[in-house]
T-cell receptor, first 112, second 115 residues
């Protein structure tokens, strides 16, 4: 059982480049999330999708866009990467309202 | 908005000694509380959760946490730690009203087990 799968696991970008992080879950969850993890900051919510067809901003949405492609997939796009977006990104999913999140293994992004 | 405070960024402890990782959250009418563990270079895994009912919750690997509403705390304890418990531990809270806006995490506590 794959759970939550993120790609790519590692990426190096130059300032101004764009890229998309992909996330897919096979647990039939309604809700999906993108977090970033920075040293000493814990995890901060970027965007979430409560259910297919809806997306909402989290705590730190600036510089990011998301697409809920279908029930399984939720992508995160950086249109013009900045060094401040160097981070580890985690995708997660859950049943609506359960509160319990299941996480992917993370995508480590470095912006030079 | 909810907030979570983990008072210690790092806790060193000797193997087989007891440990407590502290967590306080901002007050709300009802909350769900969680502890997640992150081993090096991995994602987060659920360790235990409090949704309702008994205020003492346990995990399968010997950790326990107690929900204290009056002190708005959810401290994590283990009576005897093992070297394999070395990891980052995150306390998290969500609105118990069933919303879908995810979890609010604390900044994490790095548990360092010394042989």
């Amino acid at each position: 059982n794959a759970g939550v799968t993120q790609t790519p696991k590692f990426q190096v970008l130059k300032t101004g480049q764009s890229m998309t992080l992909q996330c897919a879950q096979d647990m039939n969850h309604n809700s999906m999330y993108w977090y970033r993890q920075d040293p000493g900051m814990g995890l901060r919510l970027i965007y979430y999708s409560a259910s297919e067809g809806t997306t909402d901003k989290g705590e730190v949405p600036n510089g990011y866009n998301v697409s809920r492609l279908n029930k399984r997939e939720f992508s995160l796009r950086l249109e013009s990467a900045a060094p401040s977006q160097t981070s580890v990104y985690f995708c997660a999913s859950s049943f609506l309202g359960s509160g319990e999140l299941f996480f992917g293994e993370g995508s480590r992004l470095t912006v030079l | 908005a909810q907030s979570v405070t983990q008072l210690d960024s790092q806790v060193p402890v000797f193997e087989e000694a007891p440990v407590e990782l502290r967590c306080n959250y901002s007050s709300s009418v009802s909350v769900y509380l969680f502890w997640y563990v992150q081993y090096p270079n991995q994602g987060l895994q659920l360790l235990l959760k409090y949704l309702s009912g008994s205020t003492l919750v346990e995990s399968i690997n010997g950790f326990e946490a107690e929900f204290n509403k009056s002190q708005t705390s959810f401290h994590l304890r283990k009576p005897s730690v093992h070297i394999s418990d070395t990891a980052e531990y995150f306390c998290a809270v969500s609105d118990g009203g069933g919303g879908a806006d995810g979890l609010t995490f604390g900044k994490g506590t790095h548990l360092i087990i010394q042989p």
